[in-house]
């Protein structure tokens, strides 16, 4: 059984005290069917296929429309942003760096290989590092630190994607007629804001709707390619590796910045692999190779042979493809394809919180379920809103996609080498790769992202430091809860009971009984929780039946139904009562009681009382954090979500205790 360890969740109160220790064993990886889980009863192709359709609305959303603008960015870049007309040599090297980008990044890393790196179905960098810590076999805190620094990073993706996809889209207005053109920016803020709002309707109702709206639009787009390969049928040079090679040798640092540039073009891999929870892996993988890579291979095509035919049409080269009676249809429904490719980063950061949360990175936030049937398909309010102040302020920052072309890229860059870190622990070590296979497709991967690292560390000064400040401060704040909670932990220690020694107490002098039961949330059972402490000395008196309950948080993605809970008898009056979950389930104490009846166990919600101890942080400065981090992490406790919410107890039984604790 996996290592577990209590449950990320605020301090303040005693039920929920995080370890903040990084993930460490489990069970390996298993395959999953269609649904993204592991085991259980076949499903039907019906549901196959709807989950397929659902993925390439949710999924690859963001990747389906860098076309947009991934190719204008690059080839703009590699000629000085409209210094001269752009040369043969220049169109089929970016073209070429932009294909081999797909293939190797997207196809192979991530359709093939991480997508294969499941966690019991579920994905994602914080997935990655847990079984990478499996793979070393211990704890590991620099692996921890990757993590957690790719987690940060990946909340900067999440803010740009939004802002720089939906004001693309909707400059394509520009053409149509100039007219439009004040209206862009206020137009963008009005969908974005609509977006947002319509996400606690949950990503299987967003799916449903956006799904078939995206198979129209990568068909749509393979459709406006195809008709202009004619143009010069020497695009085809692109597939090519050697002028995409030559591309780099010949031009130094502008070669660089349009490898910056060419970057954008696989920008929607992570969300791709951290939404896998969402519709399972056949799903995505066929979705790819069906319909996703072959509609942006054509598209690409079609602007590198069209700007090769007619270099002033560089301008923007994905809307001039389409005809132009066709163009306003398109700009329509480039908007809805940009509003989906925002959707894939949104469920990616839910996904990405509630496992922060779970391995005590983050404090307790409130989650919904917004599906009985997928247990992945969540919605977070605080992550959505913040995320929605985010891209606001971007948009109106940046006011143009051109301008956040040079904000994109660092972070996504970043945590992809991050992710390919990671993923060589887990093929050498966990997969038992032998080290020639491992060196020779893990090796170039982690030398690619190096690269298209350091060639967007290029554009830092024009905008990339926005996604390096967000990820700073989130990583900052997961270091703070994750230093706070330990301060708080080592600290409580100093001043609890032994329940030993508290037992041999009441043998001696019981206190007065009363009917019913109580439950004392704790996070180490073997001292006497604050809770019950305070109610004897403000009570004095003790339940007939008294349990010392335990929310644990194990390293593994779900945990089943007969590992669920463990039971021990202390005496007649006590006992200790464990209840695990895994770091993608929402913990529900109640029903996991109600499941107490298999191990003898009855629990009479209407008899049973809650006792909590709430905990009133007071900063010291003094016990290992600096005076203002204290009160940075004392403001994320206040702010957490209670441990009655966040556990689901039942409010009218609920007794919260106050005590006050200097950190």
Same mark, same amino acid.
């Given at each position: ?104 990044? @997207? ?387 100093? @001043? ?73 008898? @202390? ?22 009681? @109600? ?69």
């Amino acid at each position: 059984m996996a290592h577990d360890r209590t449950t990320g969740s605020a301090p303040v109160e005693q039920g929920g005290e995080a370890a903040a220790k990084a993930p460490v064993a489990g069970d390996a990886p298993h395959a999953v069917d269609a649904n993204g889980h592991n085991g259980g009863p076949a499903h039907t192709q019906a549901s196959f296929w709807g989950l397929l359709v659902g993925s390439i609305g949710v999924v690859y959303g963001d990747i389906g429309t860098s076309p947009l603008y991934a190719f204008r960015e690059a080839v703009m870049a590699a000629t000085g942003h409209g210094a001269g007309a752009p040369s043969r040599e220049i169109v089929l090297g970016v073209l070429s760096l932009i294909l081999w980008s797909l293939i190797l990044i @997207i196809t192979g890393k991530y359709v093939l290989l991480l997508l294969r790196a499941d966690d019991k179905g579920e994905g994602g960098i914080l997935t990655l590092v847990a079984l990478a810590q499996r793979a070393i076999g211990k704890r590991s805190y620099a692996v921890a630190l990757l993590g957690m620094a790719g987690a940060a990073l990946f909340y900067g993706d999440a803010a740009i994607t939004p802002a720089i996809s939906v004001l693309s889209a909707l400059e394509g207005l520009k053409l149509v007629t100039p007219v439009f053109e004040p209206y862009i920016l206020p137009l963008t803020v009005v969908i974005i804001v609509g977006l947002f709002a319509v996400q606690s309707h949950g990503t299987a109702s967003v799916a449903r709707f956006f799904g078939p709206i995206c198979v129209v639009w990568f068909v749509a787009m393979a459709l406006i390619g195809l008709i202009h390969i004619a143009d010069d049928f020497g695009v085809f040079l692109a597939f090519n590796p050697y002028y995409g090679i030559v591309f780099l040798a010949n031009h130094g640092t502008i070669g660089l910045l349009a490898l910056g540039a060419v970057f954008l073009a696989v920008t929607g891999g992570e969300a791709l692999y951290t939404d896998m929870g969402h519709f399972g892996r056949k799903p995505i993988q066929w979705a790819w190779f069906c319909l996703v890579f072959p509609a942006l291979t054509l598209n690409y095509l079609g602007q590198g042979a069209m700007v090769l035919a007619d270099p002033t049409k560089l301008a923007n080269p994905f809307y001039l493809l389409a005809p132009s009676w066709a163009l306003l249809p398109m700009v329509v429904l480039a908007t809805l394809a940009t509003i989906i490719a925002s959707q894939a980063v949104i469920t990616g950061a839910f996904s990405l919180t509630r496992q922060a949360i779970q391995l005590g990175l983050l404090p307790r936030m409130a989650i919904r379920h917004t599906s009985e049937e997928h247990s992945g398909q969540i919605y977070m309010p605080a992550v959505n809103w913040g995320l929605l102040i985010g891209v606001l302020a971007l948009v109106l920052l940046f006011k143009s996609s051109s301008s956040l072309a040079s904000a994109y890229g660092i972070a996504v860059t970043a945590t992809m080498f991050i992710t390919a870190v990671l993923a060589w622990f887990v093929v050498r070590q966990l997969w038992k790769w032998n080290m020639a296979l491992a060196i020779t497709i893990m090796v170039p991967l982690i030398v690619i992202h190096f690269i298209f690292f350091g060639a967007n560390m290029l554009k830092l000064v024009d905008g990339g430091w926005v996604p390096l400040v967000i990820g700073a401060v989130i990583m900052f704040l997961m270091l703070t809860w994750r230093k706070g909670t330990e301060i708080l932990a080592e600290k409580t220690r100093r @001043i609890e009971v032994p329940l030993v020694d508290l037992l041999k107490s009441f043998d001696k002098r019981p206190p007065h009984q009363v009917a019913g039961t109580a439950v004392f949330l704790t996070s180490d059972q073997s001292y006497a929780p604050a809770s019950l402490l305070h109610n004897l000395k403000h009570n004095k008196v003790l339940h007939e039946h008294n349990v010392f309950l335990a929310v644990k948080s194990v390293d593994t993605p779900r945990v089943p139904d007969s590992e669920r809970v463990s039971y021990e008898k @202390i005496n007649d009056r006590f006992s200790r009562l464990t209840v695990r979950f895994g770091y993608m389930e929402t913990p529900h104490v109640p029903k996991a009681l @109600i499941a107490c009846k298999k191990l003898g166990l009855k629990f009479d919600m209407m008899s049973t009382s809650f006792f909590l101890s709430r905990r009133h942080l007071k900063a010291s400065g003094k016990l290992g954090m600096p005076l203002w981090q204290d009160y940075i992490f004392i403001g994320m406790a206040v702010n957490a979500n209670s441990a009655s919410d966040y556990f689901h107890l039942p409010t009218g039984r609920v007794v919260e205790v106050g005590t006050q604790v200097t950190i």
